[in-house]
């Protein structure tokens, strides 16, 4: 059994590794976004979903041996937890197994919030980005402008300065 259980705090260690590295494209990616970098945006968001895939991957890998030990300390396979699992077996894994969850659960919540932060910021962005288009589309100025038929228009001003395409 022991051999299990170290299999299974292997598992944690990689899977708090992989969260350790989310959590910094997270802040990497907050730092494109205030730059407005948007090829380090494209090049981190697509390492975070490579890692996304990695911790499920690992998550997939772990969850491979709950029948296991499940079977061995007569847990329902519906009740199973990392926690109860940590209650039942002996030290030093019981503190380990703890003491490793309680940081992916936390790395996760960091994560999290690194990434409503994002999300926030770049709404923020798109609204500056109308709103700029807006202001280009509602200017006026003295002469003809460019109306949808290509043709100058002098008196009615219903042309538009940017492409609604854009």
Do not use: W
């Not at 350790?20 to 968001?45: G, M, P, Q, W, Y």
């Not at 703890?98 to 962005?125: F, G, M, Y």
């Not at 109308?130 to 003809?144: K, P, T």
Request: proline share 2%.
């Amino acid at each position: 059994m022991n051999e299990l259980l170290e299999k299974l705090l292997a598992h944690l260690k990689l899977e708090i590794g992989a969260c350790r590295e989310l959590l910094s494209e997270t802040k990497k990616e907050k730092e494109a976004i205030v730059a407005s970098d948007i090829e380090s945006i494209n090049a981190v968001c697509l390492r975070k979903q490579i890692l996304v895939e990695r911790i499920n991957s690992l998550n997939s890998e772990r969850l491979e041996m709950k029948p296991a030990l499940t079977e061995h300390f007569g847990i329902d396979q519906d009740e199973f937890s990392l926690t109860n699992l940590s209650g039942l077996v002996k030290e030093p894994y019981s503190s380990r197994i703890k003491a490793d969850c309680q940081r992916i659960k936390e790395l996760v919540e960091k994560v999290n919030e690194t990434n409503r932060t994002n999300t926030v910021l770049l709404e923020n962005s798109l609204e500056l980005v109308r709103g700029a288009l807006d202001l280009l589309n509602h200017l006026s100025f003295g002469g003809g402008m460019y109306g949808p038929a290509g043709k100058v228009l002098n008196e009615d001003r219903q042309g538009r300065f940017v492409s609604e395409n854009c």
